[in-house]
């Protein structure tokens, strides 16, 4: 029914920048929230910035200041602008949306497959 597809992922050395994009894409009346998580391996998946349907933006403490997160509502689509990245942002970066498919129905979960950044020392 919805598909989110990330991209933007990559190898990137200490101070440098990355940008990731999801577009959401199939049966979407609206979409509410958006966000970006990340998990590494054997570790719970963690909040890293979300924004609303208005555009208003929350940020893990680890990263503010350094990411930034947008959207294009008419695109279905939202960003991370992620710059002086890290080796500790080193992940698997996955896009979280809150979709509604009907007018009619409350809004669901959808989730990307993930795309994973690198920081090198």
């Known amino acids: 029914q919805v598909q989110l597809v990330e991209s933007g992922g990559g190898l990137v050395q200490a101070g440098g920048s990355l940008r990731l994009s999801c577009v959401a894409s199939?049966?979407?009346?609206?979409?509410?929230?958006m966000g970006w998580y990340r998990q590494a391996p054997g570790k719970e998946r963690e909040l890293v910035a979300t924004?609303?349907?208005?555009?208003?933006?929350s940020y893990a403490d680890s990263v503010k200041g350094r990411f930034t997160i947008s959207r294009d509502n008419a695109k279905n689509t939202v960003y991370l602008q992620m710059d002086s990245l890290k080796p500790e942002d080193t992940d698997v970066y996955y896009c979280?949306?809150?979709?509604?498919?009907?007018?009619?129905?409350?809004?669901?979960?959808?989730w990307g497959q993930g795309t994973q950044v690198t920081v090198s020392s």
């Open positions: 924004i609303s349907s208005g555009a208003g933006t």
């Open positions: 979280r949306a809150s979709v509604r498919i009907t007018a009619l129905r409350n809004a669901a979960v959808y």
């Open positions: 199939g049966r979407i009346f609206s979409i509410n929230a």
